[in-house]
């Protein structure tokens, strides 16, 4: 092939790569403005794996409710479930999404399977260096989630229902000042 059609090639591709990017930056933003705010409980699990370095280990009660504990998920495929919310916005395990479009105090959310276990999102929440002291009281996982049913890890929650960590408004102040 000539050099100038190896640098259309690269040209396209590398446009196609920042397009995809970029849509996936502006679908993410979408939810975090968008999104309704769902709380979970999170569950217990192992006290030597819930703090290692600096991200804290997450399983969440809704998920032992639908699928139980220890052994390896009954679903083997992606897929979604249908949470009860409360009037604080916690949500519970309900149902697995059958189709029925969900009740006013309902919501979709999307679960993903891997390695034998349930995912909201993610299973680890990350912070900085040295904070972990600050989220030890977590009891909550907050969660954006969308209509599809998307979901993406916004925070954690005390048993109060108090925001854990440095507050959004901390990070633009600290941009400001660089």
């Not at 196609?16 to 569950?43: F, W």
């Not at 639908?66 to 949500?91: E, M, N, S, W």
């Not at 059958?98 to 929440?125: H, Q, S, V, W």
């Not at 989630?145 to 925070?155: F, K, M, N, P, R």
């Amino acid at each position: 092939m000539p050099k100038s059609i190896d640098r259309w090639i690269a040209l396209v591709a590398g446009l196609a790569v920042l397009a995809t990017a970029n849509y996936t930056i502006q679908k993410r933003e979408q939810l975090l403005s968008d999104g309704r705010v769902v709380l979970l409980a999170l569950a217990p699990v192992d006290p030597r794996s819930l703090m290692q370095g600096d991200y804290m280990a997450l399983r969440f009660a809704a998920a032992d409710a639908a699928f139980g504990t220890g052994a390896p998920a009954r679903a083997v495929h992606d897929g979604h479930l249908v949470l009860k919310l409360d009037d604080r916005g916690i949500g519970s395990f309900n149902r697995f999404d059958d189709g029925t479009p969900p009740a006013p105090d309902e919501l979709r959310m999307r679960y993903r399977i891997r390695d034998g276990k349930p995912r909201f999102a993610t299973n680890a929440f990350f912070f900085q260096e040295g904070d972990a002291a600050r989220y030890e009281s977590a009891r909550f996982g907050e969660f954006r989630v969308d209509a599809s049913g998307e979901a993406i890890l916004t925070g954690l929650r005390a048993e109060n229902l108090d925001a854990l960590g440095p507050s959004p408004d901390s990070f633009k102040g600290n941009a400001a000042a660089d």
